[in-house]
Nanobody
């Protein structure tokens, strides 16, 4: 099993930057693909794909809405995955979740591919 704990999010002005981290415990982190999803206000039943990274870190995938602005990375020695968010927009306001899945999950955007989830962290972008 993998337990996931996201760092605290925050309030940031539009155009600003924020880095989220997700610390994992458990023996399988280094063999797990990792993803970031988000739930926007008013869309609590929908977890929108943001980014994913393969177990080795060699492959990444991004939603079109964040491509070029967000960067996902991981440090297997620290059991941590990161989401660097730049040029934040009002539409990025959401609760962000990290998730762990089996190898191959990074190629998919559906939340059902992931087995373990963090508790979520609020990111609010203000004008």
């Amino acid at each position: 099993q993998v337990q996931l704990v996201e760092s605290e999010g925050g309030l940031v002005q539009a155009g600003g930057s924020l880095r989220l981290s997700c610390a994992a415990s458990g023996r399988t982190f280094s063999s797990s693909d990792m993803g970031w999803f988000r739930q926007a206000p008013g869309k609590e039943k929908e977890r929108q794909f943001v980014a994913a990274i393969s177990w080795s870190g060699a492959s990444t995938r991004y939603a079109d809405s964040v491509k070029g602005r967000f960067t996902i990375s991981r440090d297997n020695a620290k059991n941590t995955v990161y989401l660097q968010m730049n040029s934040l927009q009002l539409e990025d306001t959401a609760v962000y979740y990290c998730a762990a899945g089996r190898r191959g999950s990074w190629t998919r955007t559906d939340a059902e591919r992931y087995d373990y989830w963090g508790q979520g962290t609020q990111v609010t972008v203000s004008s």
